[in-house]
């Protein structure tokens, strides 16, 4: 194992039946990084998470967390990490104070720890004063920093943060990450997902999932780079859908997506003239208000992605078929919201903040981020768009 490395990933995979949530996925953590998890709903990014944090099996593969392998001592992984879980994070019915004692017994810290630990995790969560109110009559951002705040208790050298942020006002979640920052300059190493592409951009490195399968990663100047050759044009016109129809008969363009009220077309080639673009898209009826090259961002990058995993994903997945069943056209199984219906779940094992039999879910409400500043949350893009 890399003596940097907090987390180290193999080939790890893992099937519910017949379905493969996470396929062969790879990637290390290093000591101190933080490390963002990007993907649509459904990419895998839970299941990756569960199985790191001892809490789900993986059907192969393998992964070293702390130096655990996580397969042959899920325990002793539960005891090292801090896990905060998408669904469930304080217990509602208790106040501050208790789930700070609730998840300080859980861990097993003593006392005087616990006391010490308390005034740590009262005062990081800007929770003086508010020790005796029960975690669900808390504003959001105070929750979540709670729930951080029960996560780190025992001093844990690396944290899973499922989606901490989902559903947060921008300023506490600016508040959030610069507690995921102190924690990272401490040395402790964060992987958190997330679907803000804001959150993204201050991560040390990303990887992006689609599919269950690992699309891209690097930092995020890194994973620009698919786009080294391709610049993208960004074209405001007064009726952008019919701009993007026209775009799509150009044979220099190899694809377009709307963003907001604008259009982003890449080209297949660097040598591509913006203006004449312009002047062809009026000529065919357009009314353009601005054209002009744009630095790729990340959610262009993660439409880039998507469209090739899925494409390779397609025919790979339409080969495997063809072997085994004889079949030849049928249509891959859709995956969006797919995986096994609910009924059909199965290795589910609770871990620490898994144990919620009186708690409801944590409510995942749709504020936050504009939807536009989010990536994978829906399809993510125009229905009409050309790949
Ligand atoms: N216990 C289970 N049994 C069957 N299928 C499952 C189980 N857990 C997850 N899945 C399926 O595996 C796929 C990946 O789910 P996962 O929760 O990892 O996605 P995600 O990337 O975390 O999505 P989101 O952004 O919505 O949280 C989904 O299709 C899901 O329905
Ligand atoms: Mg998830």
Redesign the pocket.
Known sequence: MDSNAAIEVRHLT?R??Q?V??DDVSFDVRRGEIFG?L????????????MLCGL?KPTSGSAIVGGIDVTRDPEGVKRRIGYMS?RFSLYELLTVDQNIRFFGGIYGLDDAKLGERRAFVVEMAGLTGRESTLARDLAGGWRQRLALGCAILHEPAILFL??PTGGVDPLSRRQFWRLIDTLSQSGVSVLV?T?YLDEAERCHRVAL?HA?RLAAIGTTSEVKRVFADRPILEIRADNPVEAMRQLDTFPEIEKTSLFGTAVHAVLRDSRVNAEDVGARLRAGGSHVLGIAPVAPSLEDVFLDVIDRVSDSGHSERAQRRESREGATASEPRE?S??????S?????SAGPHERATASEPRERSGGGAPASERV??SEGRSPSEKK
């Open positions: 893992r519910f039946r379905f949530a996470v998890f993907g649509s709903n459904g990419a895998g990014k839970s299941t990756t998470i569960r789900l998408q499922d989606e997902t679907h999932i269950g995956r919201g797919g995986g096994a219906p609910a059909e779940r199965v290795g589910e994978g949350e």
